[in-house]
């Protein structure tokens, strides 16, 4: 990929900010999401051919699809909110995918680019906004109190 177009600018600078944050400040739900992203964008980039420009992207599809099974077993397996809205996103961009593939009247610009790209950034948002600095709950007012020795 040769970032010869401003959307994969866009999309490359969107996917840093989202990981960094995420990176720099998240638990190990972010990581590993932002370590999963990363990896899904290149191998993508990698395996996108452009010379195919009807027809299902057999490999891109199945990034889409190793990205979701780590995105869900996030979700699954954390106490966290926003893997389930990521999640919810990136089933989004396969139902698109899928629907392509049912429906050929419908191009790969639509269902990739169009909507995919759409949905994409809203998965990088909310890793973003689950990396973000979340307020600590306040110690129940017992806790707070003293103790007394032998009580």
Not at 37 to 47: C, H
Not at 78 to 100: E, Q
Not at 141 to 148: D, F, G, K, Q, T
Request: charged share 10%; with cysteine; glycine share 8%.
């Amino acid at each position: 990929m040769s970032l010869g177009f401003l959307y994969q600018w866009v999309s490359l600078a969107a996917l840093l900010i989202a990981t960094g944050v995420a990176l720099w400040r998240g638990g190990w739900p972010e990581r590993v999401a932002a370590v999963a992203m990363i990896l899904a964008w290149f191998a993508t980039a990698l395996f996108y051919n452009s010379l195919q420009r009807f027809g299902p992207q057999t490999a891109v599809i199945l990034v889409d699809m190793a990205l979701m099974l780590v995105l869900l077993a996030i979700a699954l397996r954390s106490d966290r909110w926003w893997p389930m809205w990521a999640c919810g996103f990136h089933g989004l961009t396969l139902i698109l995918v899928l629907a392509s593939l049912a429906d050929h009247k419908l191009s790969n610009r639509a269902g990739y680019i169009a909507g995919g790209g759409l949905f994409s950034y809203l998965a990088m948002a909310a890793l973003f906004c689950g990396a973000l600095p979340r307020r600590r709950a306040k110690p129940p007012a017992e806790s707070l109190a003293p103790r007394h020795p032998g009580s």
